[in-house]
Nanobody, 121 residues
Framework: QVQLVESGGGLVQPGGSLRLSCAAS????????MGWYRQAPGKERELVAG???????NYADSVKGRFTISRDNAKNTVFLQMNSLKPEDTAVYYC???????????????WGQGTQVTVSS
């Protein structure tokens, strides 16, 4: 029983910025990693950025130098700062968390509902 709540999406002009947030709550024992994925119509869902509990990060080549992922482990929250946005960044962005559930210690991936990011003049 884990919930991920996303916020921060919207409409922005090319070159603009958005900051996405994702907060995990529920029966969480620990979170080993969190990340952001995106999916545009007709395309596969792809990893945008990921971060481990220890702070190691990885990015898709298309967003390197423009996006920054960060987290607050104490609050089970991950952020995605998106700068210099381009029309090709338009997609639904999904938060993901790899969670060890309290009491059973089962590890599963959980997903947010997605937030729309549209980059257009």
């Amino acid at each position: 029983q884990v919930q991920l709540v996303e916020s921060g999406g919207g409409l922005v002009q090319p070159g603009g910025s958005l900051r996405l947030s994702c907060a995990a709550s529920g029966s969480i024992f620990s979170i080993s990693a969190m990340g952001w994925y995106r999916q545009a119509p007709g395309k596969e869902r792809e990893l945008v950025a990921g971060i481990t509990g220890g702070g190691s990060t990885n990015y898709a080549d298309s967003v390197k130098g423009r996006f920054t992922i960060s987290r607050d482990n104490a609050k089970n929250t991950v952020f995605l700062q998106m700068n210099s946005l381009k029309p090709e960044d338009t997609a639904v962005y999904y938060c993901n968390a790899r969670v060890v559930v309290t009491s059973t210690y089962w590890r599963n991936d959980y997903w947010g509902q997605g937030t729309q990011v549209t980059v257009s003049s």
